[in-house]
């Protein structure tokens, strides 16, 4: 897990500073995405993680630039590869989708067709990344290449087959294999192994993990457990309500979370040794279309104080490299 | 003598196909459950955990073996139980956004079971006993004239509980009350059904696919793989000393948040393979087309559930002397 964060040296694959995004829903502004700050250098495994409606997913959609219609940004950049995401031409975009940056989704059933044969699912998407003149014969190896590294040795069998014929580990799998056949730079994992059982969700998290060891590809993996993130990412997001409350070198994190947040989610995780569960979290997630000025968190923390209110709380190293948004952090726990 | 509420002996159910297979969800499961305790039912999808909920509330009929409530036969289908019987168990199930009927406020749903399990309710003590169900499960009395669309997915599972104990029953089942709830709601409502547990010294019939969860709720933790029982032991003996194969390779897949966790994993076991289908079980061991301890005799003959220490039985061919 030290592997991660090592590779300092490298540029930046992807850089998310101080991203804000709101969404228009009938004449009411959702503020979503408020001052997210990512930093994602090759062979990295970075996650994201908080309780469903943070915001984990729109970040992904952020990156990609494919949020939707009534999403508006409000400020912050996203650059990938040293290149403005917003500010890229048609073209220039195109190319960041079908060699940078690629996504795989919590359903593999629904990422797939059901009507097409996985083969030619398999050759549209290859076709979309590779130059336009490839000879089918190159694509198909491609495909049974990536097919081989993701543990699906029959490959032949597999593209024969349609998605209903496979396994949901195994469209998982043909789902990674599409997103890395082309030499890909950068896995944006949308919980992957949600909707699997957990002997095949362990699985399926350590192909991603051996595929970020094997080839220079980085992932972001997104999810909403604690332990999922704990086992297969080297540096943590933790998100609330749209911000990132606290992030840093996941082991560092797990042993001493410092937000307020952290630390009462972490006490609401079941735990094999048996410790007692703590009782949830008080109140609900503020509304996003009016939601505090002060920390977000604020109306929820048994720690809260009058400057919590009023002003976003500044992000604060505590440690090296790990970060928290809190006035008190490190006073707290 | 039988302190045990519930006794189920080598529950089949079999669903029939077209062109003469058959899905046997449940095949040959025996359980026992004593007043006031917590059994928690564990297996992956497909592994016919539901299916023995649906058969014990009545939903299904059973296809074979017999299901004892209180000393009474209990095996026939839910239409042939008497209202008492009815009114005893009652269910939980997963999903409250389409458990709760979305057109019928919280007061309506809650007085469904009331009104067919105690008749006669004057309209008065029908709004008190309502009160009085939202208030067990602490939830604010101006619910009731709300529709679950205003709630959250916490408390609508609250008012799934409430709607079961509005019959005054005295084992639950609990059919994954808790995995559609982000953690934080999640262990809002396994609290409070602690809570309503002591109070009200009622058994639970917990079934999930979080392991983890049930070191903090179960008092035994039974596993089911392809409709068979692997192993059952009571919660610290079955975390401590997992035996059976399967459930080592379960432990080990769970993602955990603590170093101390991490050194609960029986030594490191890779998951590999996945679970096949139910129409199509392999002869012999269920498990045997993953067990890394596979041997001969697995492939061909079905093992029996054999005692290892008190409490604690296996359903393998490995010899586990202590």
Avoid: W
């Avoid at chain 1, 890395?180 to 969700?201: C, K, N, Y």
């Avoid at chain 2, 696919?209 to 068979?228: C, E, F, Q």
């Avoid at chain 2, 005692?307 to 296996?314: C, K, L, N």
């Amino acid at each position: 897990m030290t592997r991660d964060g090592e590779n300092g040296m490298n540029d930046p694959l992807l850089e998310l500073s101080d991203m804000s995004v709101s969404f228009d829903v009938y004449g009411r502004k959702y503020h979503v995405l408020d001052g997210i700050s990512l930093t994602v250098r090759k062979g990295e495994r970075i996650g994201l993680v908080g309780e469903s409606g943070c915001g984990k997913t729109s970040t992904l959609k952020a990156i990609l630039r494919v949020l939707p219609r009534n999403a508006v940004i409000n400020g912050g950049t996203v650059s990938f590869s040293g290149k403005d995401v917003y500010k890229m031409s048609g073209r220039e975009l195109d190319n960041m989708r079908r060699l940078g940056a690629g996504m795989i989704f919590q359903d593999p059933s629904s990422a797939l067709n059901p009507v097409f044969t996985i083969e030619s699912q398999f050759l549209t998407a290859l076709r979309y990344s590779l130059p336009p003149n490839t000879p089918k014969h190159e694509l198909y190896e491609k495909a049974a290449r990536a097919l081989e590294s993701v543990m699906l040795p029959d490959s032949g069998r597999i593209m024969k087959s349609y998605p209903y014929q496979l396994s949901g580990g195994m469209k998982q799998r043909v789902c990674i294999a599409m997103t890395i056949a082309a030499g890909r730079e950068l896995m944006l994992a949308d919980e992957p192994g949600t909707s699997l059982d957990v002997t095949i969700q362990d699985q399926i998290l350590r192909l991603i993990n051996q595929l970020v060891l094997d080839g220079n590809i980085a992932v972001i993996m997104v999810s909403h457990s604690l332990g999922v993130i704990r086992e297969s990412t080297g540096y943590v997001n933790i998100m609330y309500a749209g911000t990132v409350v606290e992030s840093g070198n996941t082991e560092e994190v797990f042993k001493n979370p410092a937000h307020p947040y952290t630390v009462a989610l972490m006490a609401c995780v079941p735990k094999l040794t048996g410790e007692d569960l703590s009782k949830g979290i008080p109140g609900r997630v503020p509304d996003y279309s009016r939601p505090p000025s002060g920390c977000r968190f604020s109306s929820r923390c048994k720690f809260a104080k009058e400057i919590c209110l009023g002003t976003k709380p500044p992000r604060i190293e505590i440690a090296p490299n790990h970060f928290v948004s809190c006035y008190f952090a490190g006073e707290v726990i | 003598m039988d302190d045990n509420i519930l006794r189920i002996d080598n529950l089949k159910k079999y669903f029939p196909l077209k062109g003469g297979l058959v899905v046997k969800a449940v095949d040959g499961v025996s359980l026992r459950l004593a007043a006031g305790e917590t059994l928690g039912l564990v297996g992956e999808s497909g592994s016919g955990k539901s299916t023995i909920a649906y058969v014990l509330i009545g939903m299904y009929e059973a296809t074979d073996g017999r299901i004892i409530y209180k000393g009474e036969d209990i095996s026939r289908g839910g239409l042939r139980r008497t209202l008492k019987q009815k009114s005893e168990m009652q269910i939980v199930f997963q999903d409250p956004g389409s458990s709760l009927n979305p057109k019928r406020t919280i007061r309506q749903s809650l007085a469904v079971p009331l009104a067919v399990h105690s008749k006669n309710t004057p309209g008065k003590d029908l709004d008190k006993k309502i009160e009085g169900l939202l208030d067990e499960v602490e939830l604010p009395l101006d619910f009731a004239g709300k529709y679950p669309s205003a709630l959250g997915g916490g408390e609508r599972q609250l008012v799934s509980v409430a709607r079961a104990l509005a019959a005054n029953p005295s084992l639950i089942i609990l059919d994954e009350p808790t995995s559609a709830l982000d953690v934080s709601i999640q262990a809002k409502v396994i609290s409070k059904l602690i809570d309503l547990q002591h109070e009200k010294s009622l058994s639970y019939l917990f079934i999930t696919h979080d392991l983890s969860l049930m070191r903090n709720v179960a008092d035994r933790v039974a596993i089911l793989y392809l409709g068979r029982l692997c192993e059952q032991a009571p919660a610290p003996e079955f975390f401590q000393n997992p035996l059976h194969p399967y459930t080592q390779m379960l432990l080990s897949s769970i993602p955990v948040v603590t170093p101390e966790e991490e050194s609960m994993k029986p030594a490191r076991i890779r998951s590999s393979g996945e679970i096949p289908s139910p129409v199509n079980v392999p002869p012999g061991c269920a498990f045997h087309l993953r067990c890394r301890n596979k041997m001969p005799i697995c492939e061909t003959e079905r093992p029996l559930m054999k005692t290892v220490t008190e409490g604690h039985e296996v359903c393998c061919h490995l010899d586990f002397e202590r």
